[in-house]
Nanobody, 125 residues
């Protein structure tokens, strides 16, 4: 059973920073690609950042230069460092992973088979 557990969400003023974490727990699971998605009320889920096992990152244009995706040395914890936050970054943020191998990362939600429950990020003006 693969479990993805997000943490680190909260409320922050515009211009502030937050760091999200996603703990990947499964004794035999090895992800091929992993990423962060977000969904605001009334909007579709969108890819924010993802990482392939080869280490290549991908970012949505809206977060390039502000967000950074990374993992710890064990690759069992995924991070999303979010700087210069804007009110439009307000959303539920989800961690997602898949065991298939991709050379390049993907921001397509349907490519991912495993999802966390989400952590709320609220940015006030």
């Amino acid at each position: 059973q693969v479990q993805l557990v997000e943490s680190g969400g909260g409320s922050v003023q515009a211009g502030g920073s937050l760091r999200l974490s996603c703990a990947v727990s499964a004794s035999t699971f090895s992800w091929g690609y992993i990423g962060w998605f977000r969904q605001a009320p009334g909007k579709e889920r969108e890819g924010v950042a993802s990482l392939s096992r080869g280490g290549w990152p991908a970012y949505a244009d809206s977060v390039k230069g502000r967000f950074t995706i990374s993992t710890d040395n064990t690759k069992n914890t995924l991070y999303l460092q979010m700087n210069s936050l804007k009110p439009e970054d307000t959303a539920m943020y989800y961690c997602a992973a898949d065991s298939r191998w991709k050379l390049l990362p993907t921001l397509v939600a349907s490519d991912f088979n495993y999802w966390g429950q989400g952590t709320q990020v609220t940015v006030s003006a």
